[in-house]
């Protein structure tokens, strides 16, 4: 599968910003979706993950009640909804699918098997 990004920019501290991922192909369901970032001279992080079915969701702790992810399985779309946002956001973002049966979501970069090129995200104080 292959994801493209989009909906990154700059704005200032407290505003927000809608990312969106779409995916190829026709098994995007089949795909438990998630959303990392990496900032300059950071490692990558988890920010938010996504079931299947959109039903079971998980935040990193420093995004949690600020950003909510969601997908839509009919336009192979996963989206990241960020209010509240902070300079500390700042980084590039990636979305990334997972298709191991065994997980249903997941923080951990490793059981993802598909990544996009990520977009760039930059909060201005």
């Known amino acids: 599968v292959q994801m493209v990004e989009s909906g990154g920019g700059l704005v200032q501290a407290g505003g927000s910003l809608r990312l969106s991922c779409a995916a190829s192909g026709r098994t995007f369901s089949t795909y438990f979706m998630g959303w990392f970032r990496q900032a300059p001279g950071k490692e990558r992080e988890f920010v938010a993950s996504?079931?299947?079915?959109?039903?079971?969701?998980n935040y990193a702790d420093s995004v949690k009640g600020r950003f909510t992810i969601s997908r839509d399985n009919a336009k192979n779309t996963v989206y990241l909804q960020m209010n509240g946002l902070a300079p500390e956001d700042t980084a590039v973002y990636y979305c990334?699918?997972?298709?191991?049966?065994?997980?249903?979501?997941?923080?951990?970069?490793?059981?993802?098997?598909?990544w996009g090129q990520g977009t760039q995200v930059t909060v201005s104080s």
């Open positions: 990334a699918a997972g298709n191991s049966w065994t997980v249903e979501i997941s923080a951990r970069g490793y059981d993802y098997a598909y």
């Open positions: 996504i079931s299947r079915n959109g039903g079971v969701t």
